[in-house]
């Protein structure tokens, strides 16, 4: 089940947009979402949209693909709409069913919350699943750099961030590596009340949390024996190159932003 | 009780681009109070074939009959915690799994959870604990301040209180120390031999392989190639070499011997059977 998510997942590939500067690909989605909310009626969102949906295509993915990795979230954008489409008021009435009424104006509201809620996920997870989470980190090392100037220890939080990314998929396995031993005990987490499988986590959790801390200790030995002592004198053996693809992403980025921003009534 | 396998395939991720056939339409048996070895190189199926025999994984296809109870498909968890009752399964590196606040209650956990009640579990830990050589005096502190090898033997004691009929071993001895190795394999054999039940060792140590399993079974890439005396598998170099398995240390330096002329009239299968030929072969070279 968790290995068809697809939320901060990498699909490594070589398709332009994999291969755009990572830090270009943030600033772009960064711009998105505000462009999200320029969009006021119904040309504005079929150009997000297209927008969207050419950059799956650019990236080489099938929207089925997407589909299918999303379907946890589509629940939350389903709850959306139908929040909208109970509780926002005014237009005409289309349906009165005495203790609730669903007016035209909470169907328009729904459909477009629900439209950015919808391309702001999927823009955010086309960005994940194009680009590896160690240039994602690099990136945003980068662009944070002028935080240092107020002190924010950058390389510190980026190193932090790339130690937590690499051990997802280890902590992953280490998981189902002990719920397998607990269940060979006889432990049960699929049948009896809530109370009891809820009991049945403290195995699993436990020797988890004891191996992690294990883990974190030997990987801060490591690091320490071989010399590391934060950013000082350090250089990346990923150099981020910035083209004038990148440059140009971005400003295609501002103008169709322009664009959005004119058309809006 | 006896294990059969029938025509059982199992694949994972089905369905999906990472869709991966990891046993191939298996059919055998696994006989009541019989030593089994499971042999095969890295990514043969050996682990999906254990976890198949005690209902962590289901059958993609076929089925799985343990005793009188089926797996298929789509059995239901309530007959599945029937099997871990039956089958036990001592996983590698077992001290992974210990969480209770002391030894006692941990080896405890394993019991209560198939139903029995708290005397009869804390009598059963006590009685395995002991025989594992684990000391009264630590019955009550944590387990987490033991050292690696005790904690290996109260997480196998955790195992062997629950009773199974069938114990499957999972690389019992990975990272112990030789002398370790040695005490928890003898541990093993003489709980198979006192208590009858059916062991199922799978490991890369051929020469454990070779000493202590009556029979063996060997897989290849999801498929069963071999299954048959241990004896007659393991002195087949030319099989073993095939599937890129080491001969055990034992048989390849009677062989080496009988090259130099040394013969021995059987291969033997553990070291006290080795000095004996030799000692025979000497006195009767001396003659």
């Known amino acids: 089940m968790l290995s068809k998510m697809l939320l901060g997942r990498y699909i490594p590939g070589n398709s332009m947009v994999h291969r755009f500067d990572p830090r270009a690909k943030i600033i772009a989605v960064f711009l998105f979402m505000i462009i999200v909310f320029f969009a006021n009626h119904w040309t504005g969102y079929l150009l997000l949209v297209l927008f969207v949906l050419s950059l799956t295509k650019l990236a080489g993915l099938s929207l089925v693909f997407l589909f299918n990795g999303l379907k946890l979230i589509l629940l939350l954008i389903v709850f959306t709409f139908m929040m909208h489409l109970f509780f926002t008021k005014g237009g005409t009435v289309l349906i009165d069913a005495g203790w609730f009424t669903i007016e035209s104006e909470g169907v328009i509201r729904g459909i477009y919350i629900t439209i950015r809620l919808a391309m702001l996920i999927l823009i955010t997870t086309l960005l994940t699943l194009t680009t590896s989470p160690l240039s994602l980190t690099d990136a945003i090392e980068r662009i944070c750099r002028p935080l240092k100037a107020i002190k924010v220890p950058v390389h510190e939080i980026a190193m932090m961030m790339s130690i937590s990314l690499r051990f997802i998929p280890t902590l992953m396995d280490e998981t189902e590596k002990i719920i397998k031993a607990q269940s060979a005990r006889g432990s049960t987490f699929m049948t009896g009340s809530l109370k009891s499988r809820l009991n049945a986590l403290t195995p699993v959790f436990i020797p988890l949390f004891i191996s992690a801390f294990k883990r974190a200790e030997e990987m801060a030995m490591a690091m320490e024996v071989r010399g590391y002592q934060g950013e000082e004198g350090r250089t990346n053996y990923r150099v981020l190159d910035w083209q004038w693809k990148d440059t140009f992403a971005i400003i295609l980025m501002i103008l169709f932003g322009i664009v959005l921003f004119m058309i809006r009534q | ?287």
């Open chain 2, 1 to 287: 009780m006896n294990i059969q396998l029938e025509k059982l395939t199992s694949i994972y991720h089905e369905n999906t681009p990472f869709e991966h056939l990891a046993l191939n339409n298996i059919t055998t048996e696994f006989k009541e109070g019989t030593y089994y070895g499971i042999i095969g190189h890295t990514g043969s199926g050996k682990s999906t074939m254990i976890q198949n025999l005690n209902g962590l994984l289901l059958p993609s296809y076929g089925e799985v009959h343990i005793g009188d109870i089926t797996l298929r498909r789509k059995t239901k968890q309530r007959i599945i915690h029937l099997v871990k009752k039956r089958v036990g399964m001592v996983f590698q590196f077992p001290e992974h799994q210990l969480f209770e606040e002391s030894v006692i209650k941990d080896v405890m956990f394993g019991p209560k959870n198939i139903g029995m009640d708290e005397e009869t579990a804390r009598e059963k830990a006590e009685y395995y604990l002991k025989l594992l050589n684990v000391d009264r005096a630590l019955f009550d502190i944590p387990p987490f301040d033991l050292s690696g090898g005790q904690m290996r033997k109260v997480a196998i004691a955790g195992i062997l209180a629950m009773e199974p009929e069938v114990l499957i071993l999972d690389e019992p001895t990975a990272g112990l120390d030789p002398l370790s190795h040695i005490e928890t394999m003898q541990l093993f054999q003489k709980i198979q031999k006192e208590m009858g039940i059916t062991v199922i060792l799978v490991t890369h140590d051929m020469n454990d392989v070779y000493e202590y399993t009556d029979e063996v079974k060997l897989l290849n890439q999801g498929n069963l190639i071999r299954s048959g005396r241990t004896e007659e598998i393991l002195t087949d170099a030319g099989l073993l070499q095939k599937y890129d398995l080491e001969v055990p240390d034992i048989v390849r330096l009677t062989s080496d011997l009988g090259k130099k002329g040394i013969e021995f009239p059987k291969i033997p299968k553990n070291r006290e059977e080795f000095i004996n030929l030799y000692m025979k072969w000497r006195d009767g070279y001396a003659e």
